[in-house]
């Protein structure tokens, strides 16, 4: 039995629907969460990619600053009397930690990937899940993100001997980089590591519940007398 094909609609090659990717460009097959086939998407281009990230950065970046140096005595003294600056900027930064994983699991996309048309779907086009919007996000990128902030520290403010500690420290940083460039669907180490994508486009439905209902059939005439 030849399974059923659809041309592409980036180069209009013949793909069959069980096809990870595109048989001509390569571009990612969507699906549905019933498996029902979705069309296709092109890969998220890296600047384009920055951006979004950037944009969901000072997202709780731009607050965060605003508290420590809008109200630097009360980051000094963390009592009541002073405001609890000290706890605001901890309920920022876990609300930063939190809403990657969040908004990756519930739709595919953050405010930047919104704004930049791109969404995260799993590696055989369906809708990611919560465990890999959380590898992702709160795993793969602050394994990312952390590692290279230590490294830089130790770098520009260590001994000799602790910044080689710094190098290594940036070695997740080179690693997601070389992938992000390598990889034929520019994904980087949180991707590889959720088993992710990131391309462009409007988001897979999550569920089946909320697919358009079918078209009620017309009602068969009344027999004649």
């Avoid at 992710?196 to 519940?209: E, I, L, N, Q």
Wanted: charged share 15%; proline share 9%.
């Amino acid at each position: 039995m030849i399974a059923p094909v659809a041309p592409c609609p980036l180069c209009a090659a013949q793909t069959p629907y069980d096809w990870n990717r595109c048989a001509g460009c390569g571009a990612q097959r969507l699906r549905r969460a019933d498996g029902e086939h979705h069309g296709f998407a092109p890969a998220g281009g890296t600047w384009r990619r920055l951006a979004a990230a950037l944009i969901d950065v000072a997202l709780f970046a731009i607050p965060a600053a605003v508290v420590v140096f809008g109200l630097p005595d009360r980051i000094a003294d963390p009592t009541p009397a002073a405001g609890g600056g000290e706890a605001l900027v901890g309920a920022i930064i876990l609300a930063g930690l939190l809403y990657g994983p969040v908004a990756i699991g519930a739709t595919g996309r953050t405010v930047g990937k919104r704004l930049l048309d791109l969404q995260i779907v799993s590696t055989d086009g369906a809708p990611p899940s919560y465990p890999q919007a959380g590898m992702r996000e709160g795993v793969g990128k602050v394994l990312v993100i952390g590692a290279t902030a230590a490294g830089a520290a130790l770098l520009l403010t260590a001994e000799i001997d602790q910044q080689l500690i710094g190098l290594l420290l940036l070695f997740p940083a080179g690693a997601a980089a070389g992938l992000l460039a390598a990889d034929g669907r520019h994904r980087s180490l949180h991707d590889h590591l959720a088993d992710t994508v990131c391309v462009r486009g409007v988001p897979v439905r999550k569920t089946v519940s909320d697919r358009p209902a079918p078209a009620a059939a017309p009602a068969s005439p009344d027999p004649a007398p």
